[in-house]
């Protein structure tokens, strides 16, 4: 099909060639050694591993499997096909090592996005210097799934980067990005209410984590513990401040529009928050 749709003469010798072939024909080893006189001659790895394969009269396919002119996925494809188990499992562990110590990315199917495949991606650095590629690689299994101090430390390099060229939203989505998974780290609050009287901070995360503990020391086991609301400040325990809103205490819930009783229906998270003005510090509820 392929040599109809092409004028080059070599490709219809070729499909010419390799329908004349078959295994149950008397002729076979002369059909063979025919071919295999010009195998060099032919130009494309591809169609001397296919006559190669084809010429072959033994068990070996290393003239196939070893052609670095091929591309990797398609001689584990091959070998897939054809090897037996025990040197299957012998090729692909080969493969894998030569991956890893020549920095070599197309292995990546081979070594995943493991500490296999940060050894490889740190020897393809080495070799390209294109820390982009690793770092956006990597960024989607660290922290997410397994911490590792030298992705940490291209992932510094690669924000520097791209603080240097001004890529300021692609370096927010990046942060983002590794923000997000079951081991990443979860940042401190940076920003906090604080008492009109002592100055002192009204952490409120410090008190539900206090309240759970006193629960799981009273009943000797872990229970789901409400959040807790204070009335007052933890280090002064004087009374917050009133909404400048709806004149109720700030840690009472905001009234809403059209509702008499409040407790009636579930409240939002945002019901809770504090809001003031950045410049006179009068607030209230949001």
Same mark, same amino acid.
């Given at each position: ?21 078959? %295994?149950?024909?008397? @002729?076979? @080893? ?18 001397? %591993?296919?006559?190669?394969? $084809?010429?072959?009269?033994?068990? %070996? ?13 398609? /001689?584990?494809?091959?070998?897939? !096909? ?18 890893? =110590? ?18 490889? +991606? ?23 799934? +397994? ?14 980067? $791209?603080? !240097? ?5 692609? /370096? ?25 009287? =002592? *100055? *002192? ?7 539900? %984590?206090?309240?759970?503990? /006193? !629960?799981?020391?009273?009943?000797? /086991? ?41 407790? !009636?229906?579930?409240?939002?998270? +945002? ?8 410049? =006179? ?6």
């Amino acid at each position: 099909r392929g040599a109809k749709e092409t004028d080059d003469p070599r490709y219809q010798f070729i499909a010419m060639a390799l329908t004349g072939f078959s %295994s149950q024909n008397e @002729q076979v @080893q002369a059909w063979r050694e025919s071919c295999g006189s010009v195998i060099n001659d032919l130009g494309d790895p591809y169609l001397q %591993s296919c006559f190669t394969f $084809l010429c072959n009269t033994g068990d %070996s396919f290393s003239s196939v499997l070893n052609n670095t002119n091929l591309r990797l996925l398609d /001689r584990i494809a091959f070998a897939c !096909s054809f090897l037996p188990d025990a040197e299957l499992r012998t090729f692909i562990e080969e493969e894998t090592s030569k991956v890893i =110590c020549t920095g070599n990315i197309e292995g990546i199917p081979l070594t995943g996005l493991s500490l296999d495949g940060v050894a490889l +991606f740190q020897n393809y650095i080495d070799r390209t210097a294109d820390i982009q590629t690793a770092c956006l690689a990597m960024s989607r299994v660290v922290p997410s799934r +397994f911490i590792d101090s030298t992705v940490s430390q291209w992932v510094v390099i690669y924000k520097g980067l $791209l603080d !240097s060229w001004q890529l300021w939203h692609q /370096r927010a989505l990046l942060d983002i990005s590794m923000s997000e998974g079951p081991l990443a780290e979860v940042k401190p609050a940076q920003v906090f209410a604080r008492c009109t009287f =002592c *100055n *002192n901070t009204l952490e409120l995360g410090f008190a539900n %984590s206090k309240a759970k503990d /006193r !629960s799981r020391f009273r009943s000797g /086991r872990s229970h789901p513990v409400e959040k807790v609301k204070i009335s007052g400040c933890p280090s002064c325990k004087k009374p917050l401040p009133y909404c400048a809103v709806c004149t109720l205490p700030l840690h009472c819930m905001a009234p809403k529009m059209g509702q008499i009783d409040n407790r !009636s229906k579930p409240a939002r998270n +945002f019901d809770e928050w504090f809001t003031w003005c950045q410049n =006179c510090k009068h607030g209230g509820h949001s």
